[in-house]
């Protein structure tokens, strides 16, 4: 699989589009000035204490308070919060972590009343973006991730990613943490690590480490609330959990972030450090690699694959509802339960994505077409699973019910990624809307495949708007030479100035328009 990172950088934001086989996976957008961004580090004081929720509200200058519950305090809280102190009262300069003495660690099951006082001032991580009416969600269980580690101050525990299956390669890892870590500092050992040198690792856990000194350094003299560090940015985030052999090319449209991804490819992988390149093009990048058509077609609350199978996705509050629909795409050879487990098959492969694509959090409830035997349930859930292999954000998926409804978990740490693609109709100005011209000659496109090769329809014709009609039949590689070559059938176009801009319709041998 060939992996792409298309980032289109203007004065007010960073949009970063993954790519895998040509096909939009992942859309980002970045603001420029954007704060409370997963991974950034705050120094708050307690609001209030809520007993009944066994959480607290803490100041970190956001409108709303951000919401800290025990369970995210961390087992070292005691210990962060005496570190904190003898830092802010001037005891603890110079104090390196490795010579701190842990506090004993808190009970899983205490009451946050026990731990926190309101007033105090507290280190706090952002967990979960600020979404909807809600404020940030943080943790005190402070984490600095790299690109083969993570670092976790005042914890002595070494992890291995479980994806690492070889016994043997997670005991030399396990080893050689242990012979370079700081003291008081536990580690979690990533996936990519694995058969890495002892020198790579040994940068990366340097690179963490001088991070949470700067932090060591910023407290002695800030005051709540204040920004202490920021995560990196959206585009080396990516990069640092995502970057591997499959990634073959990383394309953006900016002089300054094109050094600077490039310094920062230096750093992580400077074997891929030529996979970067400076769009230079007159063609804006997104729409040079079929990004902005992609965007049209993949978002919206109908979502049609090339098939004819469609998806409709509806959003609530706290659910969201994909319902899948068969459309035109029906086998006459073939009985209702094959027809409904490959409509079922593709369809898991597009929900997959749309929920990347997306970002969709929370609980999704997937309504595909109903299948009597089990096995195909089984074929559809595993394929489902794989499906979302790739996927990132931490997912359970349940096998699906009798009644045919899949129900997904996913983590929601930002706010759903929402284009609107609806354009506003050039005939009406302004007080309707239709589909994305950009997609036209798809859709014609599609419905002629269903005419010719499910209704057996001939010599067809097709009436558009005048316009329209010059760009389908301009030159002499046109879209009716090009439909000739596909469908093995003439089609006749014809233009009628009655038509609206975007308006066409079919007609058959006999002049009787087909009703699509």
């Not at 946050?112 to 991580?125: R, S």
């Not at 870590?181 to 340097?206: F, H, Q, S, W, Y």
């Not at 929370?362 to 859930?381: K, P, S």
């Amino acid at each position: 699989m060939n992996k792409e990172l298309i980032i289109n950088s203007t004065s007010s934001e960073v949009e970063i589009a993954l790519l895998e086989d040509k096909l939009l996976v992942e859309l980002n957008k970045e603001k420029s000035n954007n704060e409370y961004s997963v991974g950034d580090i705050y120094l708050g004081r307690i609001k209030k204490i809520m007993p009944g929720l066994n959480a607290a509200f803490v100041d970190i200058g956001y409108e709303k308070d951000a919401f800290l519950h025990y369970l995210d305090l961390g087992p070292q809280i005691q210990s962060l919060l005496k570190y904190m102190k003898s830092l802010q009262n001037g005891s603890g300069n110079g104090l390196s972590i490795s010579d701190f003495e842990l506090e004993v660690d808190i009970l899983k099951t205490g009451k946050i009343n026990q731990v926190l006082k309101p007033g105090a001032n507290i280190l706090v991580q952002i967990a979960k973006e600020p979404i909807s009416t809600k404020g940030p969600r943080v943790t005190s269980e402070i984490a600095f991730a790299g690109r083969y580690l993570v670092l976790m101050p005042f914890s002595d525990k070494i992890s291995v990613s479980q994806k690492i299956k070889s016994s043997e390669e997670r005991n030399r890892l396990k080893r050689l943490i242990t012979s370079i870590k700081p003291k008081n500092c536990g580690i979690i050992i990533r996936t990519v690590a694995e058969n890495k040198l002892v020198a790579d690792l040994d940068a990366d856990l340097r690179a963490l480490y001088k991070r949470w000194e700067t932090i060591t350094q910023k407290l002695s003299n800030s005051k709540p609330p204040a920004k202490i560090i920021g995560e990196i940015d959206r585009t080396s985030a990516i990069l640092r959990d995502a970057l591997n052999e499959s990634f073959h090319s990383i394309v953006v449209n900016d002089a300054l972030l094109y050094e600077e991804i490039k310094n920062y490819i230096q750093k992580i992988s400077p074997d891929k450090i030529n996979i970067v390149k400076l769009h230079s093009g007159k063609v804006p990048i997104f729409e040079q690699y079929g990004i902005d058509k992609q965007i049209k077609n993949s978002f919206g609350k109908t979502i049609t694959i090339k098939s004819g199978t469609y998806l409709v996705i509806e959003h609530t509050e706290a659910l969201h509802v994909i319902d899948i629909n068969s459309g035109h795409r029906v086998n006459q050879d073939q009985n209702q339960e094959t027809n409904a487990m490959e409509v079922n098959l593709e369809a898991a492969t597009e929900v997959a994505r749309q929920l990347r694509l997306r970002d969709m959090g929370g609980i999704i409830v997937v309504d595909f077409i109903d299948m009597t035997q089990g096995a195909n349930r089984r074929r559809l859930y595993e394929q489902l699973r794989d499906e979302m292999k790739r996927d990132r954000a931490k997912h359970s998926i349940l096998p699906p019910s009798k009644f045919g409804l899949v129900q997904i978990t996913r983590q929601r740490v930002r706010p759903e990624m929402n284009v609107q693609i609806l354009e506003k109709c050039p005939t009406c100005e302004g007080t309707g809307e239709i589909r994305p011209a950009i997609l036209l000659t798809d859709d014609i496109e599609n419905n002629l495949g269903y005419l010719i090769r499910e209704q057996n329809e001939k010599e067809l014709t097709l009436t558009v708007h005048p316009y329209v009609h010059a760009f389908l039949t301009r030159g002499w590689f046109n879209y009716r030479w090009k439909w000739w070559r596909k469908f093995h059938q003439r089609i006749r176009i014809n233009p009628q100035n009655a038509s609206q801009f975007l308006e066409y319709h079919f007609y058959n041998k006999n002049g009787d328009e087909i009703k699509m």
